[in-house]
């Protein structure tokens, strides 16, 4: 079932209650009109809250298979609208366009569901005109999905009419990264063995980063491309030219966003794997055995080449990743600090410290 798809759901306690309300109010058909789902994922909160949607209206409650569930999750279904705002804010005429799809009948008698993006965005007036709506409902088959980074960022008077959930999300989950991890891993594990073998010098760590470095913005999607059906969508509303420009504005900046977060959930999952090769470095001069490494086809090269290093070292090493997850959130240049990671690895031969 949709809702029950996610793994990155099941991992909180907080995640499962609140699967197990929205799956009563299914079963049940107990399902109130409004809703405020919070979370730190925009993206993943919207794919949630369609899968929520399609599973209100699927006979089944969410097989994600028939026609009302594939429909609803490619944004077509007739009984679906959604709404985002056009720059900074939700204005009062998109509020219009809501009132005028939930006084229309429902198709087959299904529910008729407006999904709300960035509700914290709107406006004074849009706020004043939604809570109308929401304080008296066309009818009982309209219900709203309100989604916003921080509950207590949406308008009180908003929120306290809506049923609230907030999710535990993952950083990074629901985003359609196109990164390879076996690839990457591959490049890595192999790249680790080259940098830090006793006949090779600095450069090997420098082209190591730099293969990296392209392999990830290859993999992530270009920061100057948008959308452009949408773009055409907005054109076609009657939208001036000057108007047009400015949304075209707006859909370029939201990719370059999406480019520059891509490319960072990237680099975490190369620090992740440097974590644990250095982990196993560790593991492996303490004695474990090689079935409980992470990587336990380095077991060999580990206990060939890195016998004698200091296990303070490592940990250095390991806290210095650490470090560089923060330098990458807000750093333009978050190469340096992979070329800086990789040539302290590379050091680890030279150091060669007893324990």
């Known amino acids: ?157 908003i929120a306290s009419r809506c049923i609230t959930f907030e999710w535990d999300i993952e950083e990074g989950a629901g985003e359609n990264i196109k990164l390879d991890p076996y690839k990457l891993k591959e490049i890595l594990l192999r790249g680790l063995t080259g940098v830090l073998r006793k006949s090779s010098g600095y450069n090997s760590a420098l082209d190591l980063s730099s293969e990296l470095e392209v392999f990830i913005r290859q993999q992530s999607p270009a920061g100057g491309e948008f959308d452009r059906e949408m773009l055409d969508r907005y054109k076609n509303t009657g939208a001036s030219e000057k108007e047009a420009k400015k949304f075209e504005g707006i859909l370029r900046s939201k990719s370059r966003k999406k480019a520059k977060k891509y490319y960072s959930v990237g680099l975490n999952t190369v620090f992740d794997i440097i974590t644990a090769w250095l982990e196993d470095v560790i593991s492996v001069n303490s004695g474990t055995d090689r079935d409980y490494l992470n990587y336990p086809e380095n077991y060999d090269f580990i206990k060939l080449n890195l016998p004698d290093i200091s296990d303070n070292i490592i940990l250095k090493l390991i806290s210095d990743i650490e470090k560089g997850r923060s330098y990458i959130k807000y750093s333009a240049n978050a190469e340096l600090m992979l070329d800086s990671i990789f040539l302290n690895i590379a050091s680890l031969v030279k150091a060669g410290n007893k324990k």
């Open 1 to 157: 079932m949709l809702l029950q798809s996610s793994d990155c759901l099941r991992k909180s306690g907080r995640n499962g209650s609140n699967l197990k309300i929205l799956d009563s109010n299914l079963n049940t058909g107990n399902i109130s009109h409004a809703y405020l789902f919070s979370g730190n994922e925009t993206e993943f909160l919207f794919n949630l809250s369609l899968d929520f949607a399609a599973s209100i209206n699927c006979p089944e409650k969410g097989c994600g298979k028939c026609s009302i569930c594939r429909n609803t999750l490619k944004q077509v279904y007739e009984n679906l609208l959604v709404i985002e705002p056009a720059g900074t804010e939700i204005t009062i005429d998109f509020i219009s366009e809501i009132q005028r799809f939930m006084i229309l009948s429902p198709r087959l008698n299904n529910y008729k569901i407006c999904i709300i993006k960035e509700a914290d965005t709107l406006n004074r007036d849009a706020a004043n005109k939604l809570l109308k709506t929401l304080e008296e409902p066309p009818d009982n088959k309209s219900i709203f999905i309100l989604l916003a980074g921080d509950p207590e960022e949406v308008i009180p008077t």
